[in-house]
């Protein structure tokens, strides 16, 4: 099998603690699939809410089980957490993600920046920065290209490890976003004390949109992030009264199945082409 940089990250190297209930069944499924090269990513646009143009991409990574089907990353994604191989598939991901980033830019395509999703774990290593750094310069992605996202949990629980990681990935010059925004035990005290760039509002929040509760909860997240200038995205857009309510309270940019859902790669590269004309 082809070698994937990052793979070689050892659970102890990255400070993974494994869990005592790890399922031993479930580690040596991930184990076999991160070998037989069985996850892939899809890419959902995220749109400009004045416009419409396509502004970016969200990386979401998907299991092709053979004799399962695809399986969802609520599925695996706990149980790579537990059994502590989120640091080996984080790295195949990041390099997934690179490596596309990558062949659209040789083949000329206008490419997008493209978001990358980080367990909080994958936040507590040290070196995380650094393995992003060598998949960047592996494949030659310029930094404009990849955003990182991190959940507002995962920042919350380990502020200082956030602060300290996402002032290393804004060094690189990469772009980071906060999200699932409002979905958790929500801190305003966050916005602020991270060098953030986008927050991403929950779907949690858009759902009961247009009703004009959610508008004003919206509508006062929006106004915080303006004057903290950051970017908002309303994720998980739905309908086109969602959209136009989102776009109504002040957020400047839509995801969602309203636009699309997320896309294989070779499907994706017609939304870059499509924002070329
Ligand atoms: P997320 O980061 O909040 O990603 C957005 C999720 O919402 C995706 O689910 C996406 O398919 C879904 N979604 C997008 N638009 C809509 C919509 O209009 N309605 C509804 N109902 N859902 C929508 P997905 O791909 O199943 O991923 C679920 C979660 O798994 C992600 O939530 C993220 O927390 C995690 N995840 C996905 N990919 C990765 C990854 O590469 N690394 C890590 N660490 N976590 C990932
Ligand atoms: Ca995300
Ligand atoms: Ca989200
Ligand atoms: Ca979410």
């Not at 996202?149 to 919350?156: F, V």
């Not at 602020?192 to 919206?218: E, G, N, Y």
């Not at 006062?220 to 200038?229: D, E, G, N, S, T």
Request: aromatic share 6%; net charge negative; hydrophobic share 50%.
């Amino acid at each position: 099998a082809k070698r994937v940089p990052g793979l070689s990250v050892r659970l102890a190297d990255a400070g993974y603690v494994r869990g005592s209930g790890a399922s031993l069944q479930a580690e040596q499924a991930l184990r076999a699939g991160l070998h037989n090269e069985e996850f892939l990513l899809v890419f959902q646009p995220k749109v400009a809410a004045d416009d419409g143009r396509l502004t970016g991409f969200e990386a979401l990574v998907r299991w092709q089980r053979p004799g399962v089907g695809i399986v969802s990353p609520a599925d695996f994604i706990p149980a790579a957490e537990r059994t502590g191989l989120i640091g080996a598939l984080g790295a195949l991901i990041l390099d997934k993600a690179c490596a596309q980033i990558a062949a659209w830019l040789a083949a000329d395509e206008p490419v997008v920046p493209v978001a990358v999703n980080v367990s909080p774990l994958q936040l507590l290593d040290p070196d995380f920065a650094g393995l992003v750094a060598r998949s960047m310069a592996l494949h030659r992605v310029p930094p404009q290209f990849l955003t990182i996202e991190i959940t507002e949990t995962a920042a919350a629980t380990h502020l200082d490890q956030a602060r300290e990681r996402i002032g290393e990935f804004r060094a690189l010059g990469l772009h980071v976003a906060l999200d699932d925004f409002g979905a958790g035990v929500s801190s305003l005290n966050i916005l602020r004390s991270l060098p953030l760039q986008t927050v991403k509002i929950d779907r949690l929040l858009i759902d009961p949109m247009p009703a004009a509760d959610a508008q004003a909860v919206v509508r006062a997240v929006c106004q915080l992030a303006r004057a903290l200038q950051l970017k908002v995205v309303a994720e998980g857009v739905e309908t086109a009264p969602q959209a136009e309510a989102a776009r109504d309270v002040g957020c400047d940019e839509f995801q969602g199945y309203f636009f699309s859902r997320p896309l294989p790669a070779a499907d994706a590269v017609a939304w870059l082409r499509r924002s070329r004309l």
